[in-house]
């Protein structure tokens, strides 16, 4: 056993709040678990990713995954996760007091990962990362330091930008400063 089992079983096994009772999977995030250089955190799981228990695999996932692979950011350099593992009803957006319950976790993915960016994807994870008063159309775009040790971007999360066609060029503008701001760490 290694400590990521540990956290994998006690996330599966968590009831910390009402989300579970309706969970057919816990979704601790997609990727591989290693030390790598950006984490990308969205809301909460969908309906595609509650059913198969793996982050972004829906239509907003395949959305992240082409602009991804178009940026030529490897698999190898990311890890995928959200903010809340079990999914919300409906998809609602989850309530603060699931976040509260479910920032642990995330805690313990940050350390296992220990990213040099994290991209917020959408308005939940920028609160829950950045500040519960943050308007993500007012700082997306914007590097945020966090204590000179991670690099924050927030962005539009994919599935807003599926519903509205007019985030497109701010979305592939924020994640190309991603890929700019890799290519500078890896090359450097």
Not at 46 to 73: N, P, S, T
Not at 81 to 108: G, H, M, Q, S
Not at 166 to 184: I, P, S, T
């Amino acid at each position: 056993m290694n400590k990521w089992d540990d956290f994998v079983r006690a996330c599966s096994s968590c009831n910390k709040c009402g989300l579970y009772q309706n969970r057919r999977n816990v979704v601790i995030g997609r990727g591989l678990v290693k030390q790598v250089p950006i984490l990308f955190v969205g809301e909460g799981p969908g309906e595609q990713e509650d059913i198969k228990g793996e982050a972004f695999v829906g239509r907003a996932g395949k959305l992240l995954d082409l602009l991804l692979d178009a940026m030529e950011i490897k698999p190898e350099d990311y890890y995928i996760t959200n903010v809340v593992k079990c999914r919300p009803p409906n998809n609602r957006i989850p309530t603060k007091d699931e976040v509260d319950a479910c920032i642990p976790w995330l805690r313990y993915q940050f350390s296992a990962i220990k990213p040099s960016i994290v991209v917020c994807l959408g308005s939940t994870a920028a609160k829950a990362l950045i500040d519960n008063d943050v308007k993500i159309t007012e700082i997306r775009g914007n590097w945020i330091d966090k204590q000179g040790k991670i690099l924050i971007m927030p962005t539009y999360h994919p599935a807003a930008v599926l519903r509205d066609n007019g985030k497109r060029a701010d979305f592939y503008l924020d994640v190309k400063k991603v890929r700019d701001r890799l290519f500078q760490m890896t090359s450097g």
